[in-house]
């Protein structure tokens, strides 16, 4: 009789690489859906092209650059794909959303090696060098018209934040506008309900814990609180803060990336913190009227120092 031995892990969970990927896409099709309600033409156009682009830009990096199997089936340029469309208006042109995409993945994810080496979430390095080197064109946000609108003749309009900040809390859409999408933006923040449903998909498939979005959630509603306590004419209140912008979208989506998040539950929460402090300080504060994309990468910079210093207990460790 033959005895083979292998290494540990001995018991296999059933979790895969391209199964968290697809989990994570199912989990974003209320919100597509939504995008298409609201965006129609555009929002199709734009994520098939930005899907599209990061595919074809890591098969080929993969292949020409890199000299390896080209593995482009596991999902994670399809999600980067996805999730960089998600954060761009439904009117921007075709070639700048390949820009993106190139930049997504050729900067964010295949210069530190590949999946599992990078250290910013890929998907924001391209919306965040888009909105630095193209600002008109990322700021032009198309008012919700379905299918009936045109794609790049838009009627266009400014967002919930970037009514804030032009004018106070009193320029702020109604709470169930901003629940339901009724209002202009980037094609999966539009809609909370949408992502909420995505968010309920991915606890309950166990895809990802409620630690980073639930911290990030909290740390926003009370600082916004205390800022809406001082003065309500000149600050949101708490929920309008939970449900403008990118928040539930970076929260649930892009916060929560394996590769680029803490290790440990604690480190998490700290990490969501962190995300959190530093959305509303930029968004009540800084130039730009959103910050949750230059909160995750900040925060993705520290990651690494978080997991050096907040480390789960060892199996079978005693405290001395």
């Given amino acids: ?54 595919v074809l830009c890591e098969a080929a990096i993969q292949k020409f650059l890199l000299k390896t199997k080209v593995q482009v089936c596991d999902g994670s340029a399809i999600l980067t794909g996805v999730l960089l469309a998600f954060n ?24 530190f090696g590949g999946l599992g080496n990078n250290v ?14 193209f600002p008109v064109q990322m700021t032009t946000w198309p008012r919700p ?81 205390i800022l809406y306590a001082v003065d309500p004419t000149a600050y949101m209140s708490p929920v309008q803060h939970l449900f403008t912008g990118g928040l539930m979208l970076g929260a649930i989506f892009m916060a929560t990336d394996y590769v680029t998040s803490p290790m440990s539950k604690c480190g998490m929460i700290i990490y969501g913190i962190g995300i959190g402090i530093l959305t509303i300080v930029i968004r009540c504060f800084g130039a730009y009227p959103e910050g949750v994309s230059f909160a995750i990468l900040i925060m993705n910079a520290v990651t690494p120092l978080i997991n050096t210093y907040v480390k789960p207990k060892l199996f079978g460790e005693v405290k001395k």
């Fill in 120 to 133: 910013f979430n890929p998907a924001l390095v391209g919306r965040v060098f888009l909105l630095i080197s």
């Fill in 1 to 54: 009789m033959n005895l083979f031995v292998s290494a540990s892990p001995h018991v296999h969970s059933g979790d895969s690489v391209e199964k968290n990927m697809y989990g994570v896409l199912i989990a974003l099709v209320p919100a597509f859906i939504a995008s298409l309600y609201f965006f129609g033409w555009g929002a199709l156009i734009v994520t098939l092209t930005s899907v599209a682009a990061c």
């Fill in 145 to 225: 018209m379905g299918f009936s609108g045109s794609y790049l003749d838009a009627e266009t309009g400014a967002t919930a934040l970037s009514l804030m900040k032009e004018g106070g809390a009193s320029n702020i859409p109604e709470t169930m506008d901003l629940i339901f999408g009724q209002m202009g933006g980037s094609l999966g923040e539009v809609s909370a309900l949408a992502l909420l449903l995505g968010f309920a998909f991915l606890l309950w498939r166990k895809i990802i814990t409620w630690h980073i979005p639930v911290a990030i959630f909290a740390t926003v509603a009370i600082f916004s609180g």
């Fill in 88 to 111: 761009l208006p439904s009117n921007l042109p075709i070639w700048i959303v390949i820009v993106g995409a190139i930049v997504a993945i050729g900067v964010g994810k295949m210069s």
